[in-house]
């Protein structure tokens, strides 16, 4: 199967693109470089999939040579051949380009992950939000249409229920009450994917990623726990602005669980359906920060701010997608926080050293 991923150079998407190559199916990456985070960082994700490819790199092969063999030898040794990737440094709300990708490609499903994330910054700049997450997601439906695509699996969010407090939310909880412009073009992604499955046959599934999702390399910026890790080893103290301070506890998915669910909602037969996709086992911040510092054998120094209105706390129902996928997150949040920290460890000095993660 030929799968686009969209957002390829970014964390979920990298991982997500190896993951399918690893099964032998052939990937198509598009990515735009935003500026969210430096350029150099999903550079090096771009080449982790492309050592993976057999493709040549931009990235000095000293600085990721090791992280790469690392990573991989998390997962079993593929037994079978390898998939292709083939990456577009391309807009997903430029038109144009993205139909002519599909004409020359043949894209047989998407799995859309490019977006603006983060709720802090989407208060900021709401306008771009729209632009990527709602224009850029119609655009990739509308040439689904186009060219005979059948399959999109859409990168949600659990930021669309809003503020629920400590319930568990479930995929028949209402979703009109986002709280940031973030969790609102999430919403509005969904209601247009399921527009399109209505009026442009399109199969599609919804992933509604319960985050922040951690693991080696997580998203660089506005990520809690890289942020933990980042500031201790630069003697840093962090804030904490979680709106119950260190009791906030968030349904946090370690990435492989992710792409677990992601691959699962690719290969779902359906007109149309979501899926909460997390651990259902929200951590408070105070046990992350113990567990980062008993690993890095530093203790994480931090302040307590004043919580972000836009934050939510977050409780995923996972049982739809144990019944009807047979989803089953499976890391041990000491393991995971583990390979983060050693990965970070192995990285260059310019990773390690990056500021306002
Ligand atoms: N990481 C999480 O905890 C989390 C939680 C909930 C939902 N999500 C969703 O998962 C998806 C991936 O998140 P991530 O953590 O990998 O973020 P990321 O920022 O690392 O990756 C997103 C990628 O999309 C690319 N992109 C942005 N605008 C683009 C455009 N106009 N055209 C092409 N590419 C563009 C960025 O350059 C980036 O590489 C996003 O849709 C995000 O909203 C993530």
Redesign the pocket.
């Known amino acids: 199967m030929k799968v686009l991923v969209?957002?390829a150079?970014?964390?979920?998407?990298n991982y997500v693109s190896r993951a399918l190559i690893r099964r032998g199916d052939d990937v198509v990456g598009?990515?735009?470089?935003?500026e969210?985070y430096p350029r150099r960082c999903?550079q090096f994700n771009v080449d982790l999939i492309n050592i993976l490819a057999g493709l040549p790199i931009e990235t000095p092969l000293d600085e990721i040579q090791n992280v790469f063999e690392k990573m991989e030898s998390y997962y079993p040794k593929p037994t079978g051949k390898l998939g292709s990737f083939k990456f577009y440094e391309?807009?997903?709300?430029d038109a144009e380009k993205v139909n002519e990708m599909f004409r020359t490609e043949g894209i047989d499903a998407v799995i859309h992950?490019?977006?603006?994330?983060g709720v802090p910054m989407s208060v900021q700049k709401p306008v771009t939000y729209a632009n990527?997450n709602v224009v850029?997601t119609v655009t990739l439906l509308d040439a689904c249409r186009n060219f005979g695509t059948k399959k999109f699996v859409f990168?949600g969010?659990?930021s669309v229920y809003g503020n629920r407090d400590d319930k568990k939310v479930s995929e028949t909880d209402d979703v009109m009450h986002a709280v940031s412009p973030y969790g609102a073009t999430k919403v509005s992604g969904e209601v247009l994917c399921h527009a399109a499955s209505v009026v442009y046959g399109l199969d599609v599934c919804v992933d509604r990623?319960f985050?922040?999702?951690y693991g080696p390399l997580q998203?660089m910026y506005g990520m809690f726990m890289q942020r933990a890790i980042n500031f201790a080893y630069n003697g840093k103290e962090i804030s904490i602005y979680g709106s119950k301070g260190l009791d906030t506890a968030k349904d946090s998915t370690y990435i492989d669980d992710q792409v677990d669910g992601l691959l699962l909602l690719l290969d779902h037969k359906t007109k149309f359906d979501v899926f909460n996709i997390g651990t259902s086992d929200p951590q408070p911040i105070r046990l992350w920060l113990d567990i980062i510092g008993k690993v890095l054998g530093t203790p994480v120094k931090y302040k307590l701010v004043e919580s972000d209105k836009g934050d939510v706390v977050s409780s995923a129902d996972i049982s739809k997608a144990r019944e009807m996928l047979g989803y089953e997150p499976k890391m041990n949040m000491e393991e995971g926080v583990r390979r983060q920290v050693e990965v970070f460890q192995m990285m260059p000095e310019w990773y390690k050293t990056m500021d306002n993660v």
């Open positions: 969209t957002g150079a970014g964390f979920i998407g598009i990515d735009n470089f935003n969210y999903k391309m807009d997903i709300t992950l490019a977006a603006w994330g990527v850029g990168g969010s659990s990623i985050g922040p999702i998203r």
